[in-house]
């Protein structure tokens, strides 16, 4: 057991005590958190901070299917298993609208509320291509709540029709999208970014992007990725620039990320898989619950944190919501960029609601469901109400009808 220096304990027992008064600690004081406090005092200290934020014991969680449109992709992240290159006709693909219709459908039909919908950097795709598939989307389905692109599509796709963030967006948003996914954050520390991937947006344009988002309107989520052989220093780089890009939204438009996600990265397959530092890449389960309980303290105004059930497994996510987290993520149904990385995904991407809410009241909280916006569509107070979730044989004759067009009528 490794002994800490009186003098520094008795630092950390101050700035745990500030956490459980509802005090903002700077980063320094993050840090040597990060580096001293007991994993169990933690956890009490970003308990304490949830319950400010996000009081009593529900614990939220989203039906939605993750989407991809494409996989073809230019930026070669060191991460990454499931691009292609362009002109690979074998692995790449471009997703009909037939085939994507039938997602969504299929997505309704096990309950969803929302679509995240992400691809890669395909540079045979035009601006228009984006405009079009959102406005399909939308009305075709006018029912279900479009989250697409992150801030690296965005500013990709923005340069392919010569135009600003702001008119991408304007034109994404008046087509019927809702909100943008805080993916391709990784590490948002330049010092990172440019060994894991150098070729996709740095920091100052991710928040760029994501600073015309809550200029507009827009519904956002932030994500982070821990085990790129980085430094505390540099995880608290990331959360630093967060919580000062937080406040300046709030203090600007009144709106910014109402979430924040992040799990270990998974490189089985991948570049760094490959390398020779490929036993320190990833992070342990302590660590991911560690990074989890400094963030939900760290990050005071970002009023949601999200277990990452699909990439550090159930039990791990139960746990995490004793770390700081007041909601389990998503049902997903559909994974396809993680478990190509080797997550837990990969055997298995969809948890059913049953399956949620058991995780949930195990942990010792109650179920609720959420949309995209975080206002809570039904809470399950008691273990009777889960009769109303869909069973297992009602999921399999959903999943069976994939592709079935009966009752939809396509917008082309």
């Known amino acids: 057991m490794t002994t800490i220096d009186p003098a520094i304990q008795a630092q950390v027992d101050q700035i745990l005590a500030k956490v459980h008064e509802g005090g903002r600690i700077n980063y320094d004081e993050g840090l040597l958190l990060y580096q001293h406090a007991d994993l169990l005092d933690l956890a009490d200290a970003a308990n304490a901070r949830r319950q400010q934020l996000v009081p009593g014991d529900r614990v939220t ?127 948002l520390d330049d010092e990172i970014r440019k060994r894991v991937t150098p070729k996709k947006i740095m920091t100052d344009d991710w928040f760029g992007v994501m600073k015309v988002a809550h200029e507009l ?106 770390f700081g987290a007041d909601d389990f993520g998503s049902t997903m149904i559909e994974e396809n960029v993680v478990s190509s990385a080797g997550a837990i995904t990969k055997a298995s991407p969809l948890m059913l609601p049953h399956e949620m809410h058991r995780q949930i009241r195990e942990a010792g909280f109650t179920p609720a469901q959420r949309n995209t916006n975080y206002d809570i569509l039904k809470v399950f107070d008691q273990p009777e109400a889960d009769a109303e979730l869909k069973t297992i044989q009602e999921i399999e004759q959903a999943a069976s009808k994939q592709g079935n067009w009966a009752g939809v009528t396509l917008i082309e």
């Not at 990452?308 to 497994?313: D, E, I, L, R």
Request: negative net charge; hydrophobic residues 35%.
């Open 217 to 322: 309107g827009l519904i956002t989520t932030t994500t982070m990725v821990i085990g790129f052989r980085e430094k505390l220093e540099n995880r608290m780089n990331h959360l630093q620039r967060l919580r000062d890009e937080q406040d300046d939204s709030l203090k600007r438009f009144g709106n910014g990320f109402n979430a924040f996600i992040s799990w270990t990265v998974q490189i089985e397959g991948t570049p760094l898989g490959r390398s020779r530092f490929a036993d320190e890449y990833g992070g342990t389960s302590t660590e991911y619950l560690r990074h989890t309980a400094i963030s939900r303290i760290f990050l005071d105004n970002i009023p949601h944190i999200s277990a990452s059930w699909p990439t550090q497994g159930a039990k791990v996510g139960q746990m995490s919501l004793h």
């Open 61 to 187: 969680y989203l039906i939605d299917r993750n989407i991809n449109y494409t996989n073809v992709c230019v930026t070669d992240c060191q991460f990454c298993n499931f691009y292609a290159l362009p002109g690979d006709n074998e692995k790449g693909y471009v997703n009909s609208k037939l085939i994507l219709g039938a997602k969504i459908k299929e997505a309704l039909e096990l309950g969803a509320t929302r679509i995240l919908m992400q691809g890669g950097h395909n540079p045979d795709l035009p601006y228009e291509y984006y405009i079009d598939l959102v406005d399909w989307i939308h009305r075709t389905f006018p029912t279900i709540e479009i989250n697409a692109f992150s801030p690296s599509e965005i500013q990709y796709m923005s340069e392919i029709g010569g135009k600003t963030w702001k008119e991408t967006l304007s034109d994404l948003k008046a087509v019927g999208l809702m909100g943008l996914p805080g993916g391709g954050g990784e590490i």
